[in-house]
């Protein structure tokens, strides 16, 4: 990796670095660049190949190259280069800004259920997904067609015809074919803006109940305003980012779902605030004067910063709001009713900041036909200027220049476009009409060659390379492994534990763990893994973060009355909801073996064990997990034994130093992840009544304290953290999505780069990684640090050089200090590895992550998602494909392609995106083939004739030869392929040559050109050569030849022929013998009915054909395509 990217060696100044490391301690060090924005040096700083520190000496060190050039002079030499664009580009951005100044966002402070104390004006509360207004539309829409030089070209070519001296032909030969393009444009563009339309209004109108003095009242969606107390039912989307004041649950919590935010398909647990919680009813809300300090409106879904006042209590209340009190907009209410205040609406929501705007998506072959087309126009204006040279510049010369730039229009011919858009049309048609990829949809049918472009393919990870459902695999106790299936012994061994539980507890003894003592027959390696294997199965029934949740009751679900115990514990009815799939999959594994999780709230749960006997568990503390910490504790102490024990678990790497020796678990450990599962580590320790009274008392005082809060409660809690009981490894698998390892492998063999960009864990995206064969077993991983500023993203940058063909992990927040500033180093580090995991990922990132390697690499990407957090990244990708899942069809709906499973997508790429780029470039050069052909036929003509500006063929003929006549033959192109379907799947390694765009190049172009002119001066130069007395026979012979020759060309072109193929042949070539007979005008009909007309015409077809169809069969024979050695 490191060979091919240039390095800026340091000059070895070691006696000042050594000095500089020996007197400096790490805090000094860090000073030293502590303001990070005032240290300009590393601004040109180079990344380095040692870590051994930097210089700050300016001479010690080469800046970049791009660092020299932004101090170059701004000169003349700079303003012809492209400063003039600069500059003007830069007056544009500025008009646009002064026209749409945006509003600076600020905090601020929200009255409850006072929307008018609100001190600015907020946006509105509505959704706006359209790109055009009622005004916008037609100008808009123009404008995107015009914006091409091939249509604006075929604009001016149309409009010349207004002008009696330019008038060559009817009028209909050349507005008929543009009004097609634009009518169908249009309408199409029209159809699209009206859904998106429908779409907006149907969630505009939605209606919630707003809380206001006088009751409930009924309001639209896009009427909330800043300040309304909004209540949202069960299943009810949120309608904007609130504040949650209330809940009907008597825990004073719900869950919501964010899979629409997110794209994580857990429920989230969401605490309401105390202070109004704990109010006797809802309309008391209106009775006290109390108000909400929010934070400005930002991006970041995951982090919220506010306060909640109530002055007119004394003293006065204050409580600070974090994430969990918030309800951001688009997430669901899982469970109960919630009541909130609204603090941020409209183009200020989260979800809305995390959205980006869908650009008009426009195809690289469409960009490449772009760029032929001018340079045909160039040909077009030279050759004119030479045949106004040649007339000498006599008379109105200007006149003539414009009537030969009009003659030799048809270089440019006006049906390429009118066929590549229906060739586009019946690729579209062919995709969905394929039934080895069922209800799969084309919902952008401008872009359909871009998926045989594709170099980097960006894929979400949850629900598009997963399913989301973990299954719980394994669990290991050190000496003793249990798998899928010895389950049936855990479940004996819990079975056996309880009921001798309850047969001491019915002799008034108590006891945690089964005594030892009561079974003196069994043997004591049996009594020792009984005991053990029920330790780890109550460790993991009560260390998480799950509540169950019960749907058959009328009322509101979740908590029970202790006195209706039996009846409402039902196993029917009972689902699990945790912000993890993991912690369900754990205590759905506990019930299956006989201790189940019946009940829970914020103080107690309750397990029910296999006898029928409900265990009661106080909650004392609750440690949650984080991505820095790595694991989850809970302390709890037993109802009737009163013991007091500390659970925890966590991933191997941080649990490692914390348990008590031992000589398995590392090993184990690695064997599981290299099986793909997902590894977590239990442990316990029992407390006495007074360490956790002394325990307690730090807690709280640490967590009271207002400066380095998280540090001190960290060091308070790490201090139990010491020398716990190892009591078992458990493992847990994420299903794959069907045949998600063939095509991934299959993917890469095509020379497709994979990125994984995921909103999940670091440690689950790695495993995932590893499982699905994203990376490849004998690849290595590079987990990158996390990185906070300048300094140790340099150094880390360093760190990565230096590995060779490994997989790179990096967590979202580092992506963001490395590409803040040191962009083009990462992204060019990054786009060597073989493949990339970008985890903790939110919406926007994933997008800038897209636009990116668009801009670095100038590659053709491709992104894949399911959610409505992969909505931003779908729109910014070359080509967007959604997969209609679990979470909603937000994605599917957003993506120029819809698919039902992932492994759809390796048919798409592969097959239809190869047919799609190889038929679009075969038809667009064959159309220009056309166009080219006949227009040197007029040169000639034009210069044996004196160099007149006379039309060679009117009217009708030229109408005919670019529809009736030729059309079928060459739009039945889009039929052909150079591959058999099978053998595009089985050998995905053709795929790399289309990436590399030989199939419309300006090599294969030139090619074209080259035979055009060729076979042109034949078809003329033949007919002059045979025709006898009367000019018309030059037009019949010649007009007869071309298009015997243009369905000879589509016969040579095609590479497997269909049936259609065949009936177009004969049926253009019909059109034409029948249409001889009303062509009287152009045709004598005595002359074409001799066997003389027959001779002369098959001589001049013949020579203008045969050696065309000889070089292609010596080129078949000597230079084979790839592809030729795998059909034979």
Request: glycine share 6%.
């Amino acid at each position: 990796m490191a060979d091919q990217i240039p390095l800026h060696p340091v000059p070895r100044s070691t006696q000042r670095r050594a000095a500089y490391y020996n007197n400096a301690s790490g805090a000094q060090r860090h000073n030293r660049y502590q303001v990070e924005d005032e240290s300009s040096h590393l601004d040109e700083m180079p990344l380095m190949m040692s870590e051994e520190g930097f210089e700050n000496d300016e001479s010690d060190y080469h800046t970049l190259p791009r660092a020299r050039i932004s101090q170059r002079k701004r000169g003349l030499e700079w303003f012809v280069c492209g400063g003039w664009k600069f500059l003007c580009t830069s007056c544009c951005d500025w008009l646009i800004n002064v026209c749409r100044r945006k509003k600076e966002l600020k905090a601020r402070t929200v009255w409850l259920g006072c929307p008018e104390k609100c001190e600015e004006k907020y946006p509105r509360n509505a959704i706006k997904n359209q790109k055009y207004n009622i005004f916008t539309f037609i100008p808009g829409v123009l404008y995107e067609q015009f914006k091409f030089f091939l249509n604006l070209y075929f604009l001016v070519v149309s409009c010349s015809q207004f002008v009696p001296a330019l008038k060559i032909g009817y009028l209909y030969t050349y507005w008929a074919p543009l009004g097609f393009v634009l009518a169908v444009t249009v309408l199409r563009e029209a159809v699209d803006e009206f859904r998106r339309y429908q779409r907006d209004k149907e969630m505009n109108s939605q209606l919630y109940s707003k809380l206001t003095i006088r009751g409930k009242v009924q309001v639209k969606s896009s009427d909330i305003q800043v300040g309304d107390l909004i209540i949202v039912e069960k299943n009810q989307r949120i309608p904007s980012d609130m504040v949650f004041l209330r809940t009907s649950e008597k825990t004073g919590s719900c869950f919501i779902r964010t899979d629409q935010l997110d794209g994580e398909t857990d429920w989230k647990l969401k605490v309401a605030v105390s202070c109004t919680q704990r109010l006797p009813a809802l309309g008391d809300l209106f009775s006290i004067n109390a108000y909400v300090y929010a934070q400005k409106p930002q991006m970041d879904i995951h982090s919220f910063e506010g306060n909640f006042t109530r002055d007119d209590s004394d003293p006065t209340v204050h409580e600070s709001l974090s994430i969990e009190n918030t309800l951001w907009a688009s997430t669901v209410v899982a469970s109960g009713t919630v009541i909130g205040v609204v603090i941020y609406t409209g183009k200020e929501t989260r979800s809305v900041m995390n959205t980006s705007n869908p650009k008009n998506k426009v195809g690289l072959l469409d960009l490449e036909l772009n760029q032929l087309t001018k340079a045909l126009f160039l040909a077009l204006v030279a050759l004119s200027v030479v045949m106004v040279t040649l007339q000498g510049f006599v008379g109105p010369w200007y006149r003539n220049l414009f009537r030969f730039l009009l003659l030799f229009s048809y270089i440019i011919p006006i049906s390429l476009r009118v066929n590549l858009d229906m060739g586009k049309a019946a690729y579209g048609w062919m995709i969905m009409k394929d039934d080895n990829i069922p209800r799969t949809v084309v919902r952008t049918s401008t872009i359909p060659e871009e998926l045989g472009r594709l170099v980097y393919l960006l894929t979400d990870k949850t629900g598009t390379l997963t399913q989301n459902e973990m299954i719980f695999k394994r669990l290991h106790l050190g000496t003793v492994s249990y798998g899928t299936d010895t389950m049936d012994e855990i479940q004996n061994h819990i079975i056996n534990s309880y009921s001798q539980m309850h047969s001491q507890s019915s002799g008034n003894t108590t006891s945690s763990t089964p005594s030892r003592k009561m079974q003196p027959s069994a043997p004591k390696v049996r009594k020792t893994v009984s005991s053990r294997i029920h330790e780890a199965v109550k460790a993991i029934a009560l260390c998480h973060n799950v509540t169950p949740v019960y749907e058959s009751r009328a009322g509101v679900t979740g908590e029970t009355e202790y006195a209706e115990v039996d009846q409402d514990f039902s196993d029917e009815s009972r689902t699990y909801q945790a912000s993890s799939p993991d912690e369900v999959a754990l205590v759905q594994w506990t019930e299956s073996v006989g201790l189940t999780l019946v009940n829970r709230d914020l103080i107690s749960m309750q397990l029910k064990t296999p006898g029928g006997q409900i265990l009661t568990y106080y909650i004392l503390q609750i440690f949650p997990f984080t991505s820095e910490s790595k694991r989850m504790g809970i302390i709890v102490r037993d109802e009737t034994t009163g013991e007091i024990t500390f659970y925890m678990k966590g991933a191997d790497v941080a649990m490692s130093s914390i348990v008590q020796y031992n000589d398995w678990l590392e090993e184990e450990c690695g064997n599981m992840a290299r099986e793909g599962l997902r590894t977590l580590v239990v442990a316990k320790k029992s407390l006495t009544e007074e360490q956790y009274q002394d325990f307690e008392n730090r807690y709280n005082q640490a967590k009271l304290s207002l400066h380095d809060r998280a540090l001190k409660v960290a060091a308070v809690v790490e201090s139990l953290e010491r020398e716990m009981e190892l009591l078992c490894l458990t493992g847990v698998e994420d299903q794959l999505q069907a045949d998600v390892r063939p095509t991934l492998e299959m993917l890469r063999n095509a020379g497709i780069k994979i990125w994984m960009l995921t909103g999940d864990k670091l440690e689950t995206a790695t495993c995932i990684a590893k499982s699905s064969h994203l990376v490849s077993r004998a690849q290595d991983i590079h987990i990158f640090r996390p990185v906070t500023n300048r300094v140790e993203a340099h150094l880390e940058l360093n760190a990565f050089r230096r590995k060779h063909d490994c997989a790179l992990v990096i967590s979202g927040d580092s992506l963001e200090v490395c590409l803040k500033y040191y962009e083009h180093e990462f992204v060019e580090l990054a786009c060597q590895c073989p493949a990339v995991v970008c985890c903790r990922c939110s919406p926007t990132q994933k997008a800038h992550i897209v636009k990116l390697l668009q801009h670095h690499t100038g590659k053709r990407t491709c992104a894949i998602g399911d959610g409505g957090n992969d909505v931003s990244m779908i729109q910014a990708a070359d080509c967007g494909i959604g997969i209609e899942g679990k979470e909603g069809k937000q994605a599917s709906l957003a993506a120029d392609f819809s698919i039902t499973q992932f492994k759809h997508i390796g048919r798409l790429l592969m097959v239809h995106g190869r047919n799609s780029y190889k038929r679009s470039a075969a038809l667009g050069q064959f159309v220009m083939h056309r166009g080219l052909i006949i227009s040197t036929m007029q040169a000639v003509f034009s210069s044996v004739f004196y160099f007149a500006s006379v039309p060679l063929y009117q009217g009708f003929l030229m109408v005919g030869y670019a529809t009736i006549y030729t059309m079928f033959p060459v739009f039945s192109l889009v039929l052909d392929q150079d591959v058999k379907p099978e053998m595009a799947l089985l050998y995905p390694e053709l795929y790399k040559d289309l990436t590399k765009g030989r199939s419309l190049s300006f090599k294969t172009f030139l090619v074209w050109v080259l035979i055009s002119i060729y076979q042109g001066g034949i078809l003329m130069y033949g007919a002059l050569l045979l025709f006898e007395s009367e000019f018309v026979h030059v037009v019949a012979i010649s007009f007869t030849a071309l298009i015997l020759t243009e369905l000879l060309m589509v016969a040579l072109t095609i590479r497997t022929w269909h049936w259609l193929m065949v009936v177009a042949e004969f049926f253009s070539l019909g059109c034409y013998v029948a249409s001889l007979a009303f062509l009287n005008e152009y045709f004598d009909f005595a002359f074409i009915t001799t066997v003389t007309f027959l001779w002369k015409v098959s001589a001049i077809t013949v020579v203008s054909c045969l050696p065309l169809y000889i070089l292609k069969y010596l080129k078949r024979k000597f230079s084979p395509p790839s592809y030729s050695k795998l059909t034979s």
